[in-house]
């Protein structure tokens, strides 16, 4: 790094703050206007502020390009889009029509008040953008020096700033500009990469013969459970969040298969980097640093620094989103609803939960060494709780009574919370049985659901 591609970077966080604070929110301001910017999203809106927030695991995800090759796509790319495509089909324009600001409000309308505040503080808990964190922290290592602990603080400080000022709106605009940027650098590196080394016959001679495999060397079983993780897309909540704030029912549809194209583009993009670092850096001590390193091997003084402001720019909007979610969930769905605040009092605590949610957020990024780690433990338990519950809640004739469902979320959340822990505090290596536990909860959820639901022909 240089002293033109630092200032690149200290262009962009300056820009950065002036988008995201340019119209702040009063802290007298509606719960649907700091929450959802009015429900006023547009399609381009839509769609830049769903891709670049849904890429936030950038260096995590990718380092598993390093050690797997190929098969990465398979495990992080393709279910995501399959569930992405299911949300599209059956959840977006319901989720819209239904006129609610969260997650909770559909399950409180449904299910009830208990069902829904169980819900909240598991959608609380997956929202918290520890891993997030951690990889904006692995990132300020490597362009500053800085150890990972005061990374983290002040990469989360700065990403909260804006938010913190004009809500829902600010991050928004702000990842109007941190879509462009991230597709833009790894462009500007993968035309590097196949200008300097050449491109498949290089790769094909360059790469160990499992990277280049479907399974890239794991299990069919490890592959196989990730496509059931990635129905945490079902239950997503930066999903319903954009869907609800879309200007209209066709913008919110249209939106997520745009977006899924997108992601497709981005997937092939950083998934060939990354071959491309396996080949030229394979003895590299940290897979998490891939990107950024072989960006120091490959690119000049400039575009340096314009690869390294594609990285923050994707983790960054991750983290201001996430953060946000989990804000909101803790004011609107967890406060509002076990002690009946006024409304005008949602946008005061929305930002107490912008604290709480960050400092929480950074224990768990300096606890946890792994981002997916940090993927895999939050979503084997918030899946199995909620997915049954909430996809129902919007699908079909059949719905489980109130208490039925608060008895699903919290058994079903509560075992795999247990089979995810005797993997730590027993005196084996594994988790009981060799069964993943997300599947535990889950199939008790589907036995709650077939067996205690009932046909039901009023709906709404």
């Given at each position: ?8 970077i200290i262009i962009y966080l300056a820009g950065l703050l002036v988008i995201g604070i340019t ?113 904006l922290a692995v990132l300020m290592k490597f362009l500053f020096g800085w150890p990972l602990w ?311």
């Open positions: 790094m240089t002293t033109i591609d630092y200032a690149i119209r702040r929110s009063g802290s007298q301001e509606s719960a649907s206007g700091f929450i959802l910017g009015g429900r006023m999203l547009t399609l381009p809106a839509f769609i830049a502020t769903l891709v670049s927030t849904w890429y936030g695991g950038i260096l995590g995800g990718r380092r598993n390009t390093f050690r797997y090759g190929i098969s990465n796509w398979l495990v992080f790319g393709v279910p995501y889009y399959i569930a992405a495509l299911l949300f599209a089909l059956f959840l977006a324009k319901k989720a819209r029509r239904a006129k609610i600001l969260t997650i909770p409000d559909r399950l409180d309308s449904v299910y009830g008040r208990a069902t829904a505040v169980a819900g909240s503080v598991i959608l609380f808990l997956m929202t918290l953008p520890g891993a997030y964190i951690l990889m005061q990374g983290a603080i002040i990469g989360t400080i700065f990403s909260l700033f804006y938010v913190h000022m004009g809500g829902f709106r600010s991050v928004v605009r702000t990842d109007l500009l941190q879509f462009g940027l991230m597709f833009l650098g790894f462009i500007v590196l993968f035309i590097t990469l196949i200008s300097r080394y050449g491109g498949l016959d290089f790769i094909t001679a360059s790469l160990p013969n499992d990277h280049l495999a479907w399974h890239g060397g794991n299990t069919v079983g490890y592959v196989a459970v990730w496509y059931v993780i990635a129905l945490a897309t079902l239950i997503e909540p930066a999903f319903y969040q954009r869907c609800y704030a879309a200007r209209s029912e066709a913008i919110a549809r249209k939106g997520i298969f745009f977006s899924i194209l997108f992601w497709i583009v981005f997937d092939f993009l950083t998934t060939s980097c990354g071959l491309y670092a396996r080949a030229l850096l394979p003895d590299l001590a940290d897979p998490i640093s891939s990107f950024p390193a072989l960006a120091a091997e490959v690119l000049p003084p400039g575009l340096l620094g314009l690869f390294a402001l594609a990285l923050l720019a994707t983790v960054m909007s991750t983290v201001d989103s996430y953060s946000f979610l989990a804000a909101s969930t803790f004011s609107r769905d967890i406060i509002w609803r076990l002690f009946k605040i006024p409304d005008k009092d949602i946008t005061y605590f929305t930002r107490v939960g912008l604290a709480i949610s960050a400092v929480l957020a950074l224990m768990a990024a300096l606890y946890f060494d792994s981002i997916v780690d940090i993927w895999y433990h939050f979503g084997s338990v918030g899946t199995p709780a909620l997915l049954i519950p909430l996809f129902t809640a919007f699908n079909g004739r059949r719905r489980m009574p109130p208490n039925i469902a608060f008895l699903s979320v919290v058994i079903s959340g509560g075992l795999s919370l247990v089979w995810l822990l005797s993997k730590y505090l027993g005196t084996s290596d594994d988790y009981w049985m060799s069964i993943q536990p997300i599947f535990p909860g889950l199939i008790v959820s589907i036995l709650f659901f077939l067996l205690g639901s009932k046909k039901v022909e009023n709906q709404h």
